[in-house]
């Protein structure tokens, strides 16, 4: 971030101050004291179980020199300058819509139901063996972590690259006006976050709402092989480019194969490309970024070099040899159609052992939620598992369609979290085996990872 007075950012989010501002300059700006720096703003957020507010003391022995408040009887420690305003988070997304302005790069947002982090990583490793730029760490797509990412952009970056999330209607709209991209990727609309979004057609409609936030000369990256979502984006003027399975795509991948060292695609059935990340969706990701690299005039020679070297998020179909078990671990989080995509990569890679896989829940899913959880046991039933472990009580669902859709292998079932499920399969599994562990957040299925990883 270039530096900024304090008075600027006290107009740019329409606070006061108790007196004229000082002149100071802010080098930083963020909400963790943990991570604060001299000549750092901190800015107050007051959230479900912490307050920034209790904590200003701490970032100024830290090194703010400023602070955002919001407007209450509390005195700021001596020597921090605050700016009072009404909703420290409101002010946060109008501060970040002005360092926004100033930015001289190029921003590129990635949006969707799946691969937004893993898409990310990609698209800068791409762009990265030419350019100079910024990711957003790990998911922070929201209200908090996109305006956070726009801060960390360093001065000289040629780009910044970051996530825009959504669990309810109309917060992908805001969040594109902060962050106004002039690239946008949608990587795909699948059931997800349904008890805010209704269905999959308000999945769509939302993930759409990111060209409102975008110039006219901008460009749109759009999974193709969904017609429902490419009406959603008719209404977009701007230039787009598609990109999925289909022919029928400006980009397109072909003969795609997966091993455990990763993936391989021909671009448009030609050139070869090759991405250590696991999952077959992992060509159609790398797709995005060939197509935004282009756009930065990043030669495909060097676009395809960086793309063999990416690297993956944590968590998300990362491949470990933990005591000779082999560990597909993409506990992350899950909807529907990652949970497929999980499966799938569980049955094309090899085993010289059984095949165990460990199915959470899938949360916020609505009135939808026993139909998907009954779908995907019909989907790991095709996958000749020597076993199935469902945690949660809705990933019962998925056991009882499984052995109804045929299923030989051995089933068992916890309906509370992840701890008793991981004594279970650390003592069930042994070398050569390869075991998945794919659920929601909530269930932490890395308690199953820990366990196995134990001596």
């Avoid at 701490?58 to 700016?83: F, M, S, T």
């Amino acid at each position: 971030m270039t530096p900024v007075t304090l008075e600027q950012i006290r107009r740019a989010v329409d606070g006061r101050m108790n007196g004229p501002s000082p002149a100071i300059q802010i080098e930083t700006i963020g909400t963790d004291t943990r991570r604060m720096s001299g000549g750092g703003l901190f800015i107050a957020i007051v959230g479900e179980k912490l307050d920034g507010h209790d904590y200003l003391q701490q970032a100024k022995g830290r090194g703010a020199v400023a602070a955002i408040v919001n407007e209450r009887d509390r005195e700021c420690p001596d020597g921090l300058h605050c700016v009072h305003v009404p909703d420290t988070r409101k002010a946060m997304g109008k501060l970040a819509q002005w360092v926004r302005r100033q930015f001289g790069g190029k921003v590129i947002a990635v949006a969707g139901s799946n691969g937004k982090t893993g898409t990310k990583r990609l698209i800068d490793a791409a762009l990265k063996t030419t350019l100079r730029g910024t990711i957003s760490p790990k998911s922070f797509n929201n209200d908090i972590g996109v305006p956070l990412s726009i801060f960390a952009a360093g001065e000289n970056d040629d780009y910044l690259v970051v996530e825009i999330g959504t669990n309810h209607h109309g917060e992908i709209a805001v969040l594109t006006e902060i962050a106004r991209p002039d690239i946008a990727v949608i990587t795909n609309c699948s059931a997800e976050h349904l008890e805010g979004l209704s269905d999959l057609d308000g999945v769509r409609r939302e993930n759409a709402s990111i060209v409102a936030g975008m110039p006219g000369d901008g460009l749109l990256i759009v999974n193709g092989d969904d017609a429902e979502l490419l009406e959603a984006i008719e209404g977009w003027r701007g230039e787009c480019v598609t990109f999925g399975f289909s022919e029928e795509n400006d980009l397109w991948a072909a003969d795609v194969g997966c091993d455990a060292s990763g993936t391989r695609f021909r671009l448009n059935g030609k050139q070869e490309v090759f991405v250590p990340l696991l999952g077959r969706h992992t060509a159609v990701n790398a797709l995005t970024a060939i197509a935004v690299g282009r756009r930065l005039c990043v030669a495909d020679e060097r676009i395809i070099a960086g793309l063999s070297e990416a690297t993956g998020p944590e968590m998300r179909l990362e491949l470990k040899m933990l005591g000779g078990v082999n560990l597909l671990n993409d506990a992350y989080n899950a909807n529907p159609a990652s949970m497929r995509a999980a499966l799938e990569t569980l049955c094309a890679l090899p085993a010289s052992g059984r095949r165990v896989a460990v199915l959470g829940e899938m949360r916020e899913l609505g009135i939808w939620s026993d139909r998907f959880h009954r779908e995907l046991g019909a989907t790991a039933a095709r996958c000749r598992l020597d076993k199935l472990v469902c945690v949660g009580g809705s990933a019962a669902l998925i056991g009882e369609a499984a052995r109804a859709a045929g299923m030989n292998g051995e089933l068992v079932s916890f309906h509370g979290d992840a701890t008793a499920a991981a004594s279970a399969v650390a003592g069930y599994v042994r070398s050569g085996d390869l075991v998945l562990l794919k659920g929601s957040r909530a269930i932490g299925l890395e308690k199953v990872a820990e366990k196995i990883g134990k001596p």
